[in-house]
């Protein structure tokens, strides 16, 4: 039995993640792809498009066997703590062997290699006086790390200053301090991570997932984003945003999205700015009382100087993309504000990430779905898996140690909030977390 792992977000699944898939299987011979996949909430801070399960029918419609949870503590997180508890949860598994991901260089030992020796720079103090003086003079932390590295021969300062590449490096970094003997496997990503334009999908170049969260996001500013072929004229606008959109999408992504019967549609970071607002209203007026003495830095990602730009910006803000930009500056990218944010309203402490790393990432493994053709892997997993493979929640506090269930009540909590935006944009009941199933497909 070969397995390999995919790490994703599929925020929504398009077709470079479905060409992904297809290539994983095929450059590593797998007879199985299990999927760690984030939740409701995702790397740049900001809700998925739609909910994890919606999500977890497009993985397995485009050919993942088992997709898991990547719990919310990790989900939401920087570079380092996402892959560290993702491949956490693919080693925990006992029974990957490979670990493919999308990269912009798409060499896998240039990748190795990289993370190898940025271990080691690390450890000097010429990397670590550089650093410092970089932030200092006000660059990101990623710029600040690249100009950082240009010390250091080896070491190619560019593979440090793209997504997928960074996210590519931490894997091996992850794997690495694991002394795991999954293998990673990079696949060179065709396009621009950044690029807001739909492109025709032509041979290994798609349309970014961020050019279709665009087009999403536009056309569900006006109104619900609830379309099926043949739509009457009152949805006419919709119905040529679809079309648009359909080019880029694998069928079941589209029918997911367009399709819907039961009357719910889209999330963005805007239908959660009113309890953002309420958060941070009530964390920093009550902050200003003497027995309620607490501070924003308590939050993940959250620095004195960030914390002293929210609280200036508490009144002024219109919606949680206008305090990103409040809050954006040279040292400070948009999608750390924004991540950020989401530490906030999701009540993501920074202690409970040094607990994790400290701990060296332990987690839960939660089954969100499975193909009935993947029954022999459930087999093989809950033979040789590091801790019980959890199918429902009302098991948990029986099959999991006490210290893991934090995380999972971090991630229900999330869901919850998740689900009371959908309820309240689309006036659909709400989704009780205890009471959703498992996909089976």
């Known amino acids: 039995m070969t397995v390999t792992g995919i790490i994703a977000e599929y925020n929504p699944l398009h077709k470079g993640h479905e060409y ?139 593979l440090f200053s793209l997504p ?45 997932a961020s050019a279709i969260r665009a087009a999403l996001s536009q056309e569900a500013s006006g109104e619900k984003l609830i379309c099926t072929e043949g739509s009457s004229a009152g949805k006419d606008s919709s119905a040529a945003a679809a079309q648009k959109l359909r080019r880029s999408l694998p069928d079941a992504s589209f029918r997911l999205l367009f399709g819907r019967q039961d009357g719910r549609g889209i999330l963005t970071e805007e239908d959660f700015s009113l309890p953002l607002r309420c ?54 990218p948009y999608a750390r504000a924004s991540r950020a944010l989401c530490h906030i309203l999701l009540d993501l402490r920074q202690d409970g990430l040094d607990q994790s790393k400290a701990e060296g990432f332990p987690v839960y493994l939660r089954m969100l779905g499975f193909s009935r053709r993947a029954l022999p892997l459930l087999s093989e997993i809950k033979k040789r898996a590091a801790s019980p493979l959890l199918s429902r929640l009302t098991a948990a506090k029986e099959q999991l140690p006490e210290t893991l269930l934090p995380l999972l009540t971090e991630e229900i909590r999330a869901s919850h909030i998740y689900q009371a935006a959908v309820s309240g944009r689309y006036g659909t009941p709400f989704l009780n977390e205890y009471q959703r199933q498992m996909i089976s497909f």
């Open 20 to 158: 992904q898939l297809a290539e994983a299987r095929r450059l590593t011979g797998a007879d199985y792809v299990a999927v760690v996949m984030s939740g409701c909430f995702t790397q740049r801070g900001t809700p998925a498009v739609l909910d994890k399960y919606e999500r977890t029918r497009m993985a397995l419609s485009c050919g993942a066997d088992l997709v898991l949870e990547l719990p919310v503590r990790f989900s939401c997180a920087s570079a380092e703590y996402f892959a560290s508890g993702a491949v956490s949860v693919l080693n925990s598994l006992g029974c990957v062997d490979w670990l493919c991901f999308g990269s912009e260089c798409g060499d896998t030992e240039a990748i190795r290699r990289a993370a190898s020796l940025l271990a080691e720079a690390e450890t000097s103090p010429e990397y670590r006086q550089r650093l410092r003086s970089a932030q200092k003079a006000g660059l990101s932390f990623p710029a600040a790390r690249s100009l950082a590295l240009e010390a250091f021969p080896g070491l190619e300062p560019s």
């Open 164 to 208: 997928n590449n960074i996210l590519g490096i931490e894997y091996c970094r992850a794997l690495s301090v694991r002394h795991s003997s999954i293998r990673p496997l990079a696949i060179s990503r065709k396009g621009d991570y950044h690029d807001t334009r739909l492109r025709e999908s032509e041979g290994t170049v798609f349309s970014s």
């Open 279 to 332: 958060r941070l209203l009530q964390l920093l007026e009550a902050n200003a009382l003497p027995e309620k003495a607490g501070s924003l830095t308590d939050f993940a990602d959250i620095s004195p100087a960030l914390a002293d730009k929210i609280e200036k910006q508490l009144y002024l803000f219109s919606g949680w993309k206008d305090l990103c930009g409040l809050l954006h500056s040279r040292d400070l």
